[in-house]
């Protein structure tokens, strides 16, 4: 049971690390932006969208 703590431990020091770093900041906002561009792009060349299909 103690491994699992100290595993834990790591791991939360870990992601204490990549946040103080801004690395998790980073992440974030290069994936939102991936996103964002590839449902820009969907939406350019997918045919319009008739009534009561939904846009995936």
């Given amino acids: 049971m103690a ?3 100290a595993a834990d431990s790591k791991r939360e020091q870990f992601r204490r690390y990549l946040e103080k770093s801004g690395v998790l900041d980073t992440l974030t906002k290069a994936s ?4 964002d561009s590839r449902k820009s792009r969907n939406r350019v060349a997918s045919p ?3 009534r009561g299909e939904r846009e995936i």
Wanted: hydrophobic fraction near 30%; charged fraction near 30%; avoid cysteine.
């Fill in 48 to 50: 319009r969208i008739g």
């Fill in 32 to 35: 939102l932006r991936s996103f």
């Fill in 3 to 5: 491994h699992y703590k």
